[in-house]
T-cell receptor, first 113, second 114 residues
Framework: GENVEQHPSTLSVQEGDSAVIKCTYSDSASNYFPWYKQELGKRPQLIID?????GEKKDQRIAVTLNKTAKHFSLHITETQPEDSAVYFCAASKGSGYNKLIFGAGTRLAVHP | SQTIHQWPATLVQPVGSPLSLECTVE??????LYWYRQAAGRGLQLLFY??????ISSEVPQNLSASRPQDRQFILSSKKLLLSDSGFYLCAWSGDSRSYNEQFFGPGTRLTVL
């Protein structure tokens, strides 16, 4: 079945630095790739997503890139701030029917002032 | 706008007791609905999904069950809880099955089985 691997599992950066989280997926039919941010004790929140018909999408300090050939996609956070500290999950979906999302294991990002 | 509710927010139950968690969605019709479980410090495990009233698909064999008695209501149940059922239970919804749609999570229920 579909599998999504996410790296690294933990990431520590200084405030103002950039952070990059990478995910690979196994099913070449996947065509929808969301990223979720989960703060401690809270629900996962959708922060950005990308569909297979584009290679890059940006929203202020966050961006996502997609390489369909290599079957990997990445989250880039620039000018990190302490409030960016959270667990980030990537996911992949074929986008048909019921939009079943396959999640990565998560990356715990710590941004130090 | 659409909102998703879950209750209770927290629950402490003894082993062997029954369970009923409820999820409701407002502001949309015919949503796809999902139940996830998240163990402490872990990822998201899809338990059940539903594309319509009375239509439930199970992802993982377990002692839990789900029901969808109304279009915007999704219930997670158990007849006898196990210690391993402890976790953060999240309900989610997405749009109808004909289009690509984002999936949005409810606030969750934190279940502790003692």
């Amino acid at each position: 079945g579909e599998n999504v691997e996410q790296h690294p599992s933990t990431l520590s950066v200084q405030e103002g630095d950039s952070a990059v989280i990478k995910c690979t997926y196994s099913d070449s039919a996947s065509n929808y790739f969301p990223w979720y941010k989960q703060e401690l004790g809270k629900r996962p929140q959708l922060i950005i997503d990308i569909r297979s018909n584009v290679g890059e999408k940006k929203d202020q300090r966050i961006a996502v890139t997609l390489n369909k050939t290599a079957k990997h996609f990445s989250l880039h956070i620039t000018e990190t701030q302490p409030e960016d500290s959270a667990v980030y999950f990537c996911a992949a979906s074929k986008g048909s029917g019921y939009n079943k999302l396959i999640f990565g294991a998560g990356t715990r990002l710590a941004v130090h002032p | 706008s659409q909102t998703i509710h879950q209750w209770p927010a927290t629950l402490v139950q003894p082993v062997g007791s029954p369970l009923s968690l409820e999820c409701t969605v407002e502001g949309t019709s015919n949503p796809n609905l999902y139940w996830y479980r998240q163990a402490a410090g872990r990822g998201l495990q899809l338990l059940f999904y539903s594309v319509g009233i009375g239509q439930i698909s199970s992802e993982v064999p377990q002692n839990l069950s789900a029901s969808r008695p109304q279009d915007r209501q999704f219930i997670l149940s158990s007849k006898k809880l196990l210690l391993s059922d402890s976790g953060f239970y999240l309900c989610a919804w997405s749009g109808d099955s004909r289009s690509y749609n984002e999936q949005f999570f409810g606030p969750g229920t934190r279940l502790t089985v003692l």
